[in-house]
């Protein structure tokens, strides 16, 4: 134990190594929740991977006593989706018990929403290839199904389900349209390359976005894990790309990160000396013995610039700022429209990209039980739900007073860096780069910072 957290509360002394609850409230000014109102449910997003209630219960027992033994998300099953499984199913990953013990045990009392995506026959298959958000985005809009943009209309034939599904496990029943409405706040701990779709594709499910955001809800994913690359073997090896002669040292964008109307969440971390007194740093952690073939050598948030959608006017003078001040200094293209120059100019990101993070949280070390045995998880599968936690509690007080939920949050976060916690320690290493740096203001690992409840909640009850 670093000599610092002999000063701390029981709870608090090992956050270095061992984040629970109490560590997330300490570092963000979080408080202890109390209000269950009818209208601030948190929503989950899920596909694939499913929770085990026993997980849940053995978390709470350890860490947030303070939460019932039994206590459940309420399952919105979207075609065939559903949940909870044995702790002992082979899909019972760790992603979706991580997303409850943080979500529930920072919003209890107030009831947390779990958005099951697809049935048991196309959701594993999905994760394992590329995870898409059409099937979710009908069940939450019945106008999506058949909304045409981009010259695509309704769900793509190859990428999304059919259904009814005559697979044994199938779902029987037509694709739900809109039989659900949205929770006020949706974290989504899943992604791909932006490389993984049609560029059509993306732009027209990113218009979907937009228009939640419009309506009032905000929508949080989390950035990825494997620095300014991919996950290995998306598109190359070691998860980054190829082109105009340069091999696998492009960097490789994620999506919904890319996207301009969602909010992407980075992951941050203490280090083993240190206590939730510290500043924490972009994570970056080294997972597997060196000399493993399988492994993934460097595990860090991923950052960067989408090769998609261009900088939107409420990023561009974080940007500017950005670049004058800590130009990382590699070589940069223009993706033009079609994508054929990625690369070009022996380039490695497009300069004029939106860049990604918007925000971060602390990703590293947190404990949790998978089959009834304890880990540590890493990722900033674990930094969206913080930010969709933090935001449904200031949505609470907002309902209070007789105000609106904040719905799309980045302009006023980019006009308003104070209300955050700057990370200026780290980096996200890979493509044979040391990835980008953390600076002070905002960057493209951990963007403008984490949460500072107490601020946060002041800045967003000003406003109307």
């Known amino acids: 134990m670093p000599a610092p957290a002999y ?43 499913y929770y085990a209630g026993e997980d849940l219960d053995s978390f709470f027992a350890s860490w947030q006593p303070r939460v019932p033994q039994g206590t459940r998300p309420i399952l919105k099953g979207i075609d065939g989706g559903y949940a909870p499984v044995a702790a002992s199913n082979v899909n019972n990953g760790g ?47 019945g106008s999506y199904c058949n909304y045409s943009a981009y010259g695509v209309t309704g769900d793509t034939a190859g990428i999304d389900p059919t259904y009814p599904d005559n697979a044994t ?4 029943g037509q694709r739900q349209c809109g039989v659900y409405k949205p929770t006020r706040v949706i974290t989504a701990s899943y992604g791909e390359s932006e490389g993984d779709f049609p560029k059509a594709y993306i732009e027209r499910q990113c218009n979907e976005f937009m228009k939640l955001g419009l309506q009032g809800h905000t929508i949080f994913f989390a ?22 002669g340069q091999n696998q040292t492009i960097f490789n964008p994620q999506y919904p990160s890319g996207c301009p109307w969602v909010t992407s969440v980075s992951a941050t971390m203490l280090y083993a000396n240190q206590t939730v007194l510290d ?14 073939p ?11 610039f989408s090769n998609i959608f261009e900088a939107p006017a409420y990023q561009q003078a974080a940007l500017s700022e950005y670049f004058e001040n800590h130009d990382p200094g590699y070589p940069t293209y223009v ?55 933090v935001i449904t509690l200031v949505n609470q007080q907002r309902t209070i007073a007789g105000k609106g939920p904040v719905g799309f949050i980045n302009p006023t976060l980019y006009e308003n860096p104070w209300a955050l916690k700057d990370i200026v ?40």
């Open 223 to 244: 950035s990825g894990d494997f620095g300014v690359g991919g996950y290995p073997g998306d598109p190359e090896p070691n998860g980054c790309m190829s082109g105009n």
């Open 279 to 292: 500043a924490e740093s972009a994570m970056a952690v080294d997972l597997w013995s060196p000399g493993d």
């Open 294 to 304: 399988d492994a993934y050598h460097h595990f860090s948030s991923a950052g960067g």
């Open 335 to 389: 993706a033009n429209a079609n994508l054929t120059n990625t690369g070009g100019n022996d380039g490695l990101y497009n300069r004029a990209g939106r860049g990604f993070p918007d925000v971060s949280a602390n990703g590293a070390y947190m404990s949790i039980y998978i089959n009834q045995t304890f880990y540590h998880y890493f990722g900033s599968s674990l930094a969206s739900p913080i930010w969709a936690s």
């Open 425 to 464: 320690n780290g980096s996200n290493p890979a493509c044979g780069s040391a990835g980008f740096h953390a600076v002070s203001g905002w960057d493209p690992i951990t963007g403008l910072g984490t949460p500072n409840y107490p601020k946060l909640l002041e800045l967003f009850l000003s406003l109307p």
């Open 169 to 172: 496990d199938g779902y029987k």
């Open 95 to 141: 992603e979706s018990d991580c997303d409850f013990d943080i979500t529930i045990s920072l919003v209890y009392p107030q009831s947390v929403t779990l958005y099951q995506v697809d049935d048991a026959v196309y959701a594993p298959a999905e994760v394992a290839l590329d995870n898409t958000f059409n099937t979710f985005l009908d069940a939450l809009d």
């Open 7 to 49: 000063n701390l509360t029981d709870d608090l002394r090992a956050c270095g190594v061992n984040i629970t609850p109490s560590c997330l409230r300490a570092l963000y000014g979080i408080p202890v929740a109390s209000i269950n109102d009818s209208v601030n449910s948190l929503g989950v997003y899920a596909q694939g991977d």
